[in-house]
């Protein structure tokens, strides 16, 4: 049971996850912001596993520790995946509060124009970034030049995904 609050819970070693896409030779602004639009009749599970947008806070009785921080690139062409890897970098954003940001440190192989790579960061043993019921927080992809895709028939498709410790009500 959460100590904060008498509901019953579940703890699920899950990600919290959003994508963000775009168009071919879409222009990137210099500040991406993530998980602030939630699932939706417009917004479904192939894209978020928000049911609220991170700007207003996990719901009650929700509370998530994140591990580890996941970028993954796919359909998206090379060079544009390893520029914006080069022109941008990463930040957790909790309370207004920078908690993490990271270099797009490229892991995987980048085969046949379309990139299945993915930049992973893992969290020192015992230290976690605690997002707690109604705490606003966000990923952001941050540049000081923004970037434009190159590609006529590949847009932008960068799912982040915080992975760790879900707590949620059970049944949800």
């Not at 919290?16 to 602030?36: C, E, K, N, R």
């Not at 991170?54 to 580890?68: A, I, K, M, Q, R």
């Not at 990139?115 to 960061?121: E, G, P, S, W, Y």
């Amino acid at each position: 049971m959460n100590p904060q609050n008498a509901q019953l819970v579940d703890e699920r070693r899950e990600p919290l996850y959003d994508t963000y896409q775009t168009a071919p030779l879409a222009v990137l602004p210099t500040s991406i912001q993530m998980f602030v639009t939630p699932s939706g009749p417009t917004v479904g599970r192939e894209i978020t596993n928000m049911t609220a947008p991170g700007t207003n806070g996990l719901p009650n009785p929700e509370h998530h520790d994140v591990y580890s921080v996941q970028v993954e690139f796919t359909n998206m062409n090379r060079n544009d995946v390893t520029a914006f890897c080069s022109k941008y970098a990463g930040r957790l954003v909790v309370s207004g509060f920078p908690k993490l940001t990271i270099p797009l440190s490229l892991r995987g192989d980048i085969v046949n124009g379309v990139n299945d790579a993915r930049v992973q960061f893992d969290l020192p043993e015992d230290y976690r970034i605690e997002l707690n019921q109604g705490q606003p927080f966000y990923w952001e992809f941050v540049s000081r030049t923004g970037y434009t895709l190159t590609d006529a028939a590949l847009g932008a498709n960068i799912r982040v995904k915080l992975d760790g410790v879900h707590t949620v009500a059970i049944g949800a």
